[in-house]
């Protein structure tokens, strides 16, 4: 059974350009969220998304924008790079099945480095 | 807002020994879920052990077990004959039971380091 893939694993760009970064949840798994990890720091909550929809923001600009396919795989878009988006990308799925919530357990993947220059 | 606070960001233990790592939370709910994920070198975050707050019950899974104060708001983890494959950042983590608020909330972490 694959776990939650994520691709690529390391990434490296300039300010002002944009990048896409791609996750396949774990077989079984509908929903998707991703999280920004600085270093040093604990993951933050990017949004979450379920059924193709964003259901979940947080404190995050429009600059990250993300998609999910009917598949359920996910893209995390990020436009206008600055060096402060310099971080470990981290992909987790579950599975969120109404009339079971909190229930579900998140699964991450191994992450994307992302360095702006 | 729930927040999570991880007031050691170092530790260290001896192989076969007993540690125990700290995290105290912040939130107005009476309902929610704890967890403790470990983060390898390898980077992938691994869920170690998940608390319900409803249980009164403190969670056990082999070798980690969490002592979980719900007045105190605090849930620390307790990690028995300590291994070398334990040596990892460990990360406290908050959610609601809510359907449409799954988002975890982390503290900024412990790095655990086993002495052999």
């Known amino acids: 059974d694959a776990g939650v893939t994520q691709s690529p694993t390391h990434l490296i760009k300039t300010r002002g350009q944009q990048v896409t970064l791609r996750c396949s949840p774990k077989?079984?798994?509908?929903?998707v969220s991703w999280y920004q990890q600085a270093l040093g720091q604990g993951p933050q909550f990017i949004f979450q998304?379920?059924?193709?929809?964003?259901?979940q923001r947080g404190n995050f600009p429009d600059r990250f924008s993300g998609h999910q396919y009917p598949n359920y795989s996910s893209e995390l878009n990020v436009n206008a790079l600055l060096l402060g988006d310099s971080a470990l990308y981290l992909c987790?799925?579950?599975?969120?099945?109404?009339?079971?919530?909190?229930?579900?357990?998140?699964?991450f993947g191994p992450g994307t480095r992302l360095l702006v220059l | 807002a729930q927040t999570v606070t991880q007031s050691q960001p170092e530790m260290s233990v001896q192989e076969a020994e007993t540690v125990t790592l700290s995290c105290t939370y912040d939130?107005?709910?009476?309902?929610?879920?704890l967890f403790w994920y470990k983060q390898p070198p390898s980077r992938q975050m691994i869920l170690v052990i998940r608390?319900?707050?409803?249980?009164?019950q403190n969670a056990t899974e082999n070798r980690f077990s969490v002592n979980f104060q719900k007045a105190a708001k605090s849930f620390s983890l307790k990690i028995s004959d300590s291994q070398l494959g334990d040596a990892a950042m460990y990360f406290c983590a908050y959610r609601t039971p809510n359907f449409g608020n799954e988002k975890l909330t982390f503290g900024t972490g412990t790095r655990l380091t086993i002495i052999p």
């Open positions: 608390q319900e707050a409803y249980k009164q």
């Open positions: 939130t107005s709910e009476s309902d929610y879920y």
């Open positions: 077989s079984g798994h509908d929903t």
């Open positions: 987790a799925s579950s599975d969120l099945t109404p009339g079971l919530a909190g229930q579900e357990t998140q699964y």
């Open positions: 998304y379920y059924e193709e929809e964003e259901r």
